[in-house]
């Protein structure tokens, strides 16, 4: 079972990450929508490719 503080260190970016590209979705029409959408994306890849080199580590 995953431990209760590796479970959010990997929930916390994704969720925010899903809620920037929801928004900058919503406001694709100006450049802080496109901003936010960019940096969401960014916060979800980054933590899967974190998490994918992690367990090569192991």
């Known amino acids: 079972m995953i431990p209760m503080s590796a479970f959010h260190s990997m929930l916390i970016p994704i969720l925010t ?12 029409d100006k450049n802080l929508g496109v901003f936010g959408m ?3 994306m960014l916060l979800i890849l980054g933590t899967v490719i974190y998490k ?3 367990k090569l580590a192991d």
């Open 52 to 54: 994918i080199l992690a």
């Open 38 to 40: 960019w940096v969401g």
């Open 17 to 28: 990450g899903m809620i920037l590209l929801a928004v900058g979705f919503n406001f694709r």
